[in-house]
């Protein structure tokens, strides 16, 4: 169909082919017709699933999380503070031996991160088989 | 359809949703519960629902069940008018569906129906980009700007109860912008829809959660101008764009009015 052949063409829009399943909690737990007549089955934890859709929390923990979130923030007018001429001289300099003792931890971690990167592809070629198990999670 | 007597002896009957009388299925679906059961309409005069067998004693609402309830009422609303019943609809048997829900609402579902005909919801979630609004918010707002500047580099335990200030601040500012950005995106969208509702997101980035029913005709001015109201907010919002679905946000109102 039309749609399907639009989907992923605009980079900033999330078109899925199909809902997840969080759209559909969203949409057919809470909406959709109720008729008076039903006869009651056992409903797999639908009332919690329901109830954790509905709510919103304003609590300490999400203020103290802003809090954090805007101290976090480095602003323009902090960032692009006018650079005086002894700015400029000192990032001229040749790295001093701070700079360079930065540099060489960084090496360091480098190094590291592709040791493990090794350990990792040993692993895997080791053979444990057990990746791709999250690819199935969706019935379709 | 329903196997053999013994199953609607022992068994109940799950209702999707109610559509034409004249509504054919999508073939490769599959009814909720285990196994999958094989979809049915129960036919009154112009309308039917759309059933399967289930076990009166199985348990439904399995992530399988909820996806299977969705897909096959959203590939339905692609060809043909559908009014989505409730995730968890179940009636005694098929004589029950007939009696209890078809045959005193007939007249109410098809005029629904025909409200309906040609028409399906589109869905629009909008979530703020995190570190663009707040960073608006610290710029917008002196009281915030302030006591974010005075909170640099203190302690956390000692500054407790101004962070939770702080925080609080935030939370009532990005309130502010989310009124203004919904309303703003609502009414934009509502150029392509015959009728719009929608409701704040459940969640602390979210701006807004829309439906929008939408005529065929409508449906790829709708995609492109979504397409372009998303490249135009994506420093500050990302959107999703759902549908064709069944119109699970318009059924009650279609059935008061008619």
Known sequence: MGTAALTQRNPYLERPPSSSLADVVDLILDKGLVIDAYVRVSLLGIELLTIDARIVIASVDTYLRFAEAVGRLSLDQERSQPRTLPDLMEDMKPPGKTARKALHAGKEAVEKVEEGAHKVEQRVRGGGGNGGENGKAEDS | ?258
Do not use: C
Not at chain 2, 96 to 104: K, Q
Not at chain 2, 116 to 129: D, H, I, P, S
Not at chain 2, 179 to 185: I, K, N, R, V
Not at chain 2, 187 to 194: I, N, Q
């Open chain 2, 1 to 258: 359809m329903i196997p053999g007597t013994a199953a609607t002896l022992t068994g109940a009957t799950y209702v999707y949703g109610v559509v034409p009388a004249r509504t054919v299925l999508p073939a490769d679906a599959s009814g909720v519960g285990e196994p999958g059961a094989d979809l049915g309409l129960v036919r009154h005069g112009p309308v039917a629902a759309v059933v399967s067998a289930v076990s009166a004693d199985g348990a439904l609402g399995s992530r399988r069940d909820l996806l299977r309830h969705s897909r096959l009422l959203d590939a339905i609303a692609r060809t043909t008018a559908v009014l989505p019943l409730r995730f968890g609809a179940v009636l005694a048997d098929r004589r029950a569906v007939v009696d209890e829900l078809l045959a005193p609402r007939q007249a109410r579902f098809a005029a629904a129906l025909a409200a309906l005909e040609g028409r399906a919801q589109f869905t629009v979630k909008a979530r703020y980009v995190e570190e663009t609004v707040l960073r608006e918010v610290v710029e917008q707002e002196p009281l915030i700007a302030e006591l974010r500047e005075r909170l640099r580099g203190r302690p956390a335990e000692a500054t407790w109860y101004e962070r939770i200030q702080l925080g609080e601040l935030v939370a009532g500012a990005l309130a502010r912008r989310r009124e203004a950005d919904s309303a703003a995106l609502v009414g934009e969208l509502g150029r392509w829809a015959s009728s719009v509702t929608w409701r704040p997101a459940a969640t602390e980035d979210g701006v807004v959660d829309a439906a929008l029913l939408v005529e065929r005709a409508a449906w790829p001015g709708l995609e492109h101008g979504v397409e372009s109201i998303a490249a135009r907010q994506a420093r500050r919002m990302r959107l999703r764009l759902l549908g064709p679905l069944a119109p699970y946000d318009f059924s009650n109102e279609l059935m008061e009015e008619n």
